[in-house]
T-cell receptor, first 113, second 109 residues
Framework: GAVVSQHPSWVICKSGTSVKIECRSL??????MFWYRQFPKQSLMLMAT?????????EQGVEKDKFLINHASLTLSTLTVTSAHPEDSSFYIC?????????FGSGTQLSVL | GEDVEQSLFLSVREGDSSVINCTYT??????LYWYKQEPGAGLQLLTY?????DMKQDQRLTVLLNKKDKHLSLRIADTQTGDSAIYFC?????????FGSGTKLNVKP
């Protein structure tokens, strides 16, 4: 079946640094990818919708200058958390829209010290 | 935005049936989904139902959809300890997904 690879699985970084998370669709082309954030014991929160070749659409309350999304090809979208702060520590999950279904990456646990 | 609600916890004994419920507000959803999340892992798609269907069965899983009441349920027959996880329902709205808060299913031996 369709596979979405998300990398890295976990990352620890210092406050003020930037972190890039990659999301790849391995055996299908995804014109649309989504980025979610999950806080402990809460549901997934949709952060932004990434469309190949165009600017991402951000949900209300999500800072686009802080969470940079690039969807440069039909198989790769990246989320860069710029100038990370401890409050950005969270579980980030990407998904890619295949035919009729949404396929999820395994998530990235970000810890900002 | 869209509102998707679930009860937070469900506890059942091994071998019993589990029923996880979900209500949603957007009547224009095309598909409704059930996902399973095990600790530290991403979401796993369990099943989905097209909005013009009222039931879908897939092995031990039965999905019921009451579109009039905007109510979705997932029944797991013969629940096993390996079914212990958090279950999320989700609806799509023009390919944007909105998730419920998740129901933590605890299966007791």
């Amino acid at each position: 079946g369709a596979v979405v690879s998300q990398h890295p699985s976990w990352v620890i970084c210092k406050s003020g640094t930037s972190v890039k998370i990659e999301c790849r669709s391995l055996d299908f082309q995804a014109t649309t990818m989504f980025w979610y954030r999950q806080f402990p014991k809460q549901s997934l929160m949709l952060m932004a919708t990434s469309n190949e070749g165009s600017k991402a659409t951000y949900e209300q309350g999500v800072e686009k200058d802080k969470f940079l999304i690039n969807h440069a090809s039909l198989t790769l979208s990246t989320l860069t958390v710029t100038s990370a702060h401890p409050e950005d520590s969270s579980f980030y999950i990407c998904s890619a829209a295949g035919r009729e279904k949404l396929f999820f990456g395994s998530g990235t646990q970000l810890s900002v010290l | 935005g869209e509102d998707v609600e679930q009860s937070l916890f469900l506890s059942v004994r091994e071998g019993d049936s589990s029923v996880i419920n979900c209500t949603y507000t957007d009547s224009s959803s095309t598909y409704l989904y059930w996902y399973k999340q095990e600790p530290g892992a991403g979401l796993q798609l369990l099943t989905y139902i097209f909005s013009n269907m009222d039931m879908k069965q897939d092995q031990r899983l039965t999905v019921l959809l009451n579109k009039k009441d905007k109510h979705l349920s997932l029944r797991i027959a013969d629940t096993q300890t390996g079914d212990s996880a958090i279950y999320f329902c989700a609806e799509d709205n023009f390919n944007k997904f909105y998730f419920g808060s998740g129901t933590k299913l605890n299966v007791k031996p």
